[in-house]
């Protein structure tokens, strides 16, 4: 994703600036604590599709 985009974008929920992790395909809100997923490219800026930061990532199950 084009940096120059991410510049445009703000979190939708309190207008703030997003920043972008390398290792995951999400826009991340530092204030807010939110994480919002890219899906083929394009940004999910939905409240409701953000991940909260502060609940751990789910574990995949173990294999038996």
Known sequence: MD???IALLVCP???GPLSR???A???VCNAD???YPIR???PVML???ARSLDEPLSQP???D
Do not use: F, H, N
Request: hydrophobic share 40%; aromatic share 0%.
């Open 61 to 63: 199950a173990p294999l």
């Open 13 to 15: 929920v309190c207008k």
């Open 25 to 27: 395909p999400e826009l």
């Open 21 to 23: 992790e390398d290792a």
């Open 33 to 35: 604590r939110l994480a």
């Open 40 to 42: 083929d490219g394009i």
């Open 3 to 5: 940096s120059r985009l």
């Open 47 to 49: 409240e409701g599709e």
